[in-house]
């Protein structure tokens, strides 16, 4: 397995451009868009389905040749305000104009298509609070699998506070072993605050024979392929990450490393 780390290829642009094929993978893609006012972003994938999320700044978008009009409403992700997303099925041609300083994030994963293009917040996202003490962060479920919105993708945001941990417990979900553990690929796409902070991510197996820590930097990718992976944020770094999983099935079950089951 090659690096898990995936740094940013620049400063505008698409900037990062991971597909299965990269990973060495079958199920998760994701790209990542940082556009100045003017600058356009496209796409369409043919038996993939898409999730665009504004993660930051505005954007005239287009599928179908529709116009969705002006989306995105917060200029800092670190806002916590809800992340303004679209659903493109398969076969679709998209498009997004920036009319400010934009970075647009697109998940896809396999679909048999017959979804329509449909708008996926902010309206029926809200921010909520998972975990206790040091382990608290804060949720914005853009469709997770309580929300039948997708085929295959399953994507959410996640505050951790300065000082926290985050997908922990360690857990695994690299089975697919339904209803106990599903197999699911996972990308977590990385932003600090401050920018210049760092924060910590492990993927490891049980029996260790993958084992790798990363100091993350703001805009880097880590790719989960199988293995627990926690992260930690480091005292005054507050850590957002967005999460994108898919496999055979939509649904999320994992199991907790064995030597943590006093934690729960």
Same mark, same amino acid.
């Given at each position: 397995?090659?690096?898990?780390?995936?740094?940013?290829?620049? $400063?505008?642009?698409?900037?990062?451009?991971?597909?299965?094929? !990269?990973?060495?993978?079958?199920?998760? *893609?994701f790209d990542l868009w940082r556009l100045a006012p003017g600058d356009v972003a496209?796409?369409?994938?043919?038996?993939?389905?898409?999730?665009?999320?504004?993660?930051?700044?505005?954007?005239?978008?287009?599928?179908?040749?529709? &116009?969705? *009009?002006? !989306?995105?409403?917060?200029?800092?992700?670190?806002?916590?305000?809800? =992340?303004?997303?679209?659903?493109?099925?398969?076969?679709?041609?998209?498009?997004? /104009?920036? @009319? @400010?300083?934009?970075?647009?994030?697109?998940?896809?994963? =396999?679909? =048999?298509?017959?979804?329509?293009? $449909?708008?996926?917040?902010?309206?029926?996202?809200?921010?909520?609070? /998972?975990?206790?003490?040091?382990?608290?962060?804060?949720? +914005?479920?853009?469709? !997770?699998?309580?929300?039948?919105?997708?085929?295959?993708?399953?994507?959410?945001?996640?505050?951790?506070?300065?000082?926290?941990? &985050?997908?922990?417990?360690? +857990?695994?979900?690299?089975?697919?072993?339904? =209803?106990?553990?599903?197999?699911?690929?996972?990308?977590?796409? +990385? /932003?600090?605050?401050?920018?210049?902070?760092?924060?910590? $991510?492990?993927?490891?197996?049980?029996?260790?024979?993958?084992? $790798?820590? !990363?100091? #993350?930097?703001?805009?880097?990718?880590?790719?989960?392929?199988?293995?627990?992976?926690?992260?930690?944020?480091? +005292?005054?770094?507050?850590?957002?990450?967005?999460? #994108?999983?898919? *496999?055979?099935?939509?649904?999320?079950?994992?199991?907790?490393?064995?030597?943590? *089951?006093?934690?729960?």
């Amino acid at each position: 397995m090659a690096g898990l780390l995936r740094k940013a290829t620049g $400063q505008s642009g698409k900037v990062h451009a991971i597909t299965p094929e !990269m990973a060495e993978w079958s199920y998760v *893609g994701f790209d990542l868009w940082r556009l100045a006012p003017g600058d356009v972003a496209q796409g369409r994938l043919e038996g993939r389905e898409a999730i665009l999320v504004l993660v930051e700044g505005r954007a005239e978008v287009t599928a179908a040749g529709d &116009s969705h *009009g002006e !989306m995105g409403n917060r200029m800092s992700v670190f806002d916590r305000t809800p =992340p303004h997303a679209l659903y493109v099925p398969p076969g679709i041609d998209w498009r997004a /104009r920036a @009319t @400010t300083d934009c970075t647009l994030a697109v998940c896809t994963a =396999p679909s =048999p298509g017959g979804r329509p293009v $449909q708008r996926l917040g902010p309206e029926g996202i809200a921010l909520e609070d /998972r975990g206790a003490g040091t382990n608290l962060r804060h949720i +914005h479920n853009i469709a !997770m699998e309580g929300r039948d919105v997708a085929d295959s993708l399953l994507v959410t945001e996640v505050y951790t506070p300065g000082g926290h941990w &985050s997908s922990y417990p360690p +857990h695994r979900h690299d089975v697919d072993d339904f =209803p106990r553990v599903t197999y699911l690929e996972e990308t977590y796409y +990385h /932003r600090l605050n401050p920018a210049q902070g760092f924060g910590i $991510q492990r993927v490891f197996t049980d029996d260790l024979s993958l084992d $790798q820590t !990363m100091a #993350v930097a703001d805009h880097d990718v880590v790719l989960v392929p199988r293995g627990h992976h926690p992260c930690a944020a480091p +005292h005054g770094i507050e850590m957002y990450y967005l999460n #994108v999983m898919a *496999g055979p099935r939509r649904n999320w079950r994992f199991a907790l490393h064995p030597d943590f *089951g006093f934690l729960t």
